[in-house]
């Protein structure tokens, strides 16, 4: 079982970065799928972007695709995810999650907003 913890979540204006962290608790963080998820009021949670455990194979959500960089510290047992040329619809709770094998495993999710 893995814990994860995510941070880096505030307030910054259009077109501002911030990057989020989200830190795994375990031995073989390496052996997990990383991934980042958000959800807007009103809205369902989405894919924004996900890493292979190696770190060789990232993917993006096409709205996101250009802005945003993931990558994995494997010293640290983190995940991160750049976010530049932020803009008001990036605006949500972002949540890291962890998959191996069929199992998955969210964090409580870091408060993201984009003021216009």
């Known amino acids: 079982q893995v814990q994860l913890v995510e941070s880096g979540g505030g307030l910054v204006q259009a077109g501002g970065s911030l990057r989020l962290s989200c830190a795994a608790s375990?031995?073989?963080?390496?052996?997990?799928?990383m991934a980042w998820y958000r959800q807007a009021p009103g809205k369902e949670r989405e894919f924004v972007s996900t890493?292979?455990?190696?770190?060789?194979?990232?993917l993006y959500a096409d709205s996101v695709k250009g802005r945003f960089t993931i990558s994995r510290d494997s010293a640290k047992n983190t995940v991160y995810l750049q976010m530049n040329s932020l803009k008001s619809e990036d605006t949500a709770v972002y949540y890291c999650?962890?998959?191996?094998?069929?199992?998955?495993?969210w964090g409580q999710g870091t408060q993201v907003t984009v003021s216009s």
């Open positions: 999650k962890a998959t191996k094998n069929d199992n998955e495993y």
């Open positions: 375990g031995r073989t963080f390496s052996s997990y799928v």
């Open positions: 890493i292979s455990g190696s770190g060789s194979t990232t």
